[in-house]
Antibody
Framework: EVQLVESGGGLVQPGGSLRLSCAASGFTFSDYWMNWVRQAPGKGLDWVANINKDGSEKYYVDSVKGRFTISRDNSKNSLYLQMNSLRAEDTAVYYC?????????WGQGTLVTVSS | DIQMTQSPSSLSASVGDRVTITCRASQGISNYLVWYQQKPGKVPKLLIYAASTLQSGVPSRFSGSGSGTDFTLTISSLQPEDGATYYC?????????FGQGTKVEIK
């Protein structure tokens, strides 16, 4: 069974940093592109970033470029999102999601709240 | 960047009705279009990819069509369990933008 379990969310002040992690199991992690997608409370879905199978290609939505960094460790079956210079508008549930193009497995998400 | 616009933003329909949701891209995206269903408190579920290919396990009452800039998701006979928000998403190139969502309410 495919499982994606996020961790690392919490309350952080504006300008602060957080590192999200996603532990993957039930599939060959190194065979898949991985993504972070977020959803602000009561709002729609917002694709944040993705990374290719070996970590050599990374793409970001403009609103997080220069502030967020996606990475992966295939030896640990783990995906990460380093978030710096956080803003109130980054407040959302962050989902770890498998796939290139169509996103077929989603974690349950971790809530990031940016507030003073 | 390419923008994805869904219409309507919400709709209310009865069980058995045929429901159509539209997604329009601001530039052509060939058939690089996905549809998801999200029920309240749940994670999104993949319904259709490549504009018209039904994901395994998705009921056949769901179908997708379109290419280029205009796409549709059709529910041929609405069921009570179809009450949800539906999102389109393009993936021809980064960023993989989602539409704003269409909320389907069951009368």
């Amino acid at each position: 069974e495919v499982q994606l379990v996020e961790s690392g969310g919490g309350l952080v002040q504006p300008g602060g940093s957080l590192r999200l992690s996603c532990a993957a199991s039930g599939f060959t992690f190194s065979d898949y592109w991985m993504n972070w997608v977020r959803q602000a409370p009561g709002k729609g879905l917002d694709w944040v970033a993705n990374i290719n199978k070996d970590g050599s290609e990374k793409y970001y939505v403009d609103s997080v470029k220069g502030r967020f960094t996606i990475s992966r460790d295939n030896s640990k079956n783990s995906l990460y999102l380093q978030m710096n210079s956080l803003r109130a508008e980054d407040t959302a549930v962050y989902y770890c999601v498998r796939g290139w193009g169509y996103l077929d497995y989603w974690g349950q998400g971790t809530l990031v709240t940016v507030s003073s | 960047d390419i923008q994805m616009t869904q219409s309507p933003s919400s709709l209310s329909a009865s069980v058995g009705d045929r429901v159509t949701i539209t997604c329009r891209a601001s530039q052509g995206i060939s058939n690089y279009l996905v549809w998801y269903q999200q029920k309240p408190g749940k994670v999104p579920k993949l319904l259709i990819y490549a504009a018209s290919t039904l994901q395994s396990g998705v009921p056949s009452r769901f179908s997708g069509s379109g290419s280029g800039t205009d796409f549709t998701l059709t529910i041929s006979s609405l069921q009570p369990e179809d009450g949800a928000t539906y999102y389109c998403q393009k993936y021809n190139s980064a960023p993989w933008t989602f539409g704003q969502g269409t909320k389907v309410e069951i009368k």
